[in-house]
């Protein structure tokens, strides 16, 4: 399981964070990268900095919400070693680890309730990738 994590958000994400922050683990430690507010913001900036803190500690996982998920999976899945995964639903957030060793999730807050998010984030902090060699091969190549 993973016990350290770093999550941010755009404005359309913000509220969808917060109240994720507050209902996951408290034996999960968690760097809140931002946004602060519901004030319009650029979510690259928001994805780059969630990657960063995810290649530069090193066993921590990333989560980013904006209102689809869509551009921050984009965004994050632009940066060398980064791997993200926009996920609506349990099985995805397991298997994106399991399969594809995913490092980041993005989340939607137009897509999921506080419920779903909480339930796929659990999710994907339990998992563990399989490494077995058909996953390594497939993401070999994708380097």
């Known amino acids: 399981m993973i016990n350290k994590i770093a999550i941010a ?3 359309a994400g913000f509220e969808l964070k917060q109240l994720l922050i507050e209902s996951l683990s408290s034996d999960l430690v968690i760097e809140d ?3 602060d507010s519901m004030e319009p913001c650029d979510f690259p900036d928001y994805a780059t900095k969630v990657s960063d803190f995810v ?4 066993g921590t996982r990333g989560v980013l919400i904006c209102g689809t998920g869509v551009g ?3 965004a994050a899945n632009k940066i060398k ?7 609506t639903n349990i099985k995805t957030a397991i298997q994106s680890v399991e399969h594809n060793d995913v490092n980041v999730l ?11 998010a909480k339930e796929i984030t659990e999710s994907f902090l339990n998992s ?12 070999n190549k994708l380097s």
């Open 9 to 11: 958000s755009d404005h």
């Open 33 to 35: 990268l931002g946004t």
């Open 55 to 58: 290649l530069d500690n090193k």
């Open 72 to 74: 921050m999976s984009i």
């Open 81 to 87: 070693g980064i791997r993200a995964s926009n996920v």
């Open 106 to 116: 993005c989340l939607g807050s137009e897509n999921l309730d506080i419920e779903a």
């Open 128 to 139: 563990s990738f399989l490494n077995e060699e058909r996953y390594i091969n497939r993401i």
